[in-house]
């Protein structure tokens, strides 16, 4: 079993969509959260850190449920801009460990 | 310019070559890390390094070696490549300074390798 799962996707959504994402950890451990980008061919990118009271940045919303193992990411609105590869990644101490990404497409 | 960049951006190779990828990094982070990335499988981690005297294996070692030059250089060496080595591979620095929560490892551009 993978340490962090997620669903591979794709999400195709139209623009102005609100989408969300799911990814579940295995070690229970763990101690930081966060979520990258990825853009096609490209490098990942912190999206945003992933608080225990869950948090907020513009159009991008974020929890953790530290006892069901899960975080999740909600895009509101979403933008053709948005359209990237979602990766989930989960740290404890020094030892990073991401998903292997949610793809979304936003079409016109 | 790039605060991570990595040499060479695409390499093909043959079999049983010996092949090495640089990254560099002005970031002054202390920590460099090597990931290797295949579709349906994320990141995963080959080597990292805490700092110039400190190297580490991660999850997927074997068949790579790394060196740290200094602290703005760590480098990734294929003793004989194989095929199944054929993968993107990013290079990553983070900072020990800043909280755990908040560590954020920011990646070069990757180098796309193919073993034939």
């Known amino acids: 079993r993978k340490e962090v799962e997620q669903d591979p996707g794709p999400f195709n959504v139209p623009e102005g969509a609100t989408v969300a994402f799911n990814c579940t950890y295995s070690?229970?451990?763990?101690?930081?959260f966060f979520w990258y980008r990825q853009d096609c061919r490209k490098e990942p990118k912190l999206l945003m850190s992933?608080?225990?009271s869950g948090n907020e940045d513009g159009r991008f919303t974020a929890q953790l449920n530290r006892a069901s193992q899960y975080i999740s990411l909600l895009i509101r609105d979403s933008k053709l801009s948005d359209s990237a590869t979602y990766l989930c990644v989960v740290k404890r101490l020094s030892d990073m460990r991401f998903g292997a990404g949610t793809r979304l497409t936003v079409k016109p | 310019d790039a605060d991570v960049t990595q040499t060479p951006r695409n390499r093909i190779t043959k079999t049983g070559k010996r092949i090495m990828l640089e990254c560099s990094q002005t970031k002054g982070h202390d920590r460099m890390y090597w990931y290797r990335q295949d579709p349906g499988l994320g990141l995963q981690l080959i080597y990292y390094s805490f700092d110039v005297k400190d190297i580490n294996k991660g999850e997927i070692s074997d068949g790579y070696s790394v060196s740290r030059q200094a602290q703005a250089k760590f480098s990734l060496s294929l003793e004989s490549a194989i095929p199944n080595q054929t993968a993107l591979y990013f290079c990553?620095?983070?900072?020990?300074?800043?909280?755990?929560?908040?560590?954020?490892?920011?990646f070069g551009p990757g180098t796309r390798l193919t073993v034939l």
């Open positions: 070690n229970s451990a763990s101690q930081s």
């Open positions: 990553a620095t983070s900072d020990s300074r800043t909280s755990v929560s908040t560590d954020t490892q920011y």
């Open positions: 992933v608080y225990s």
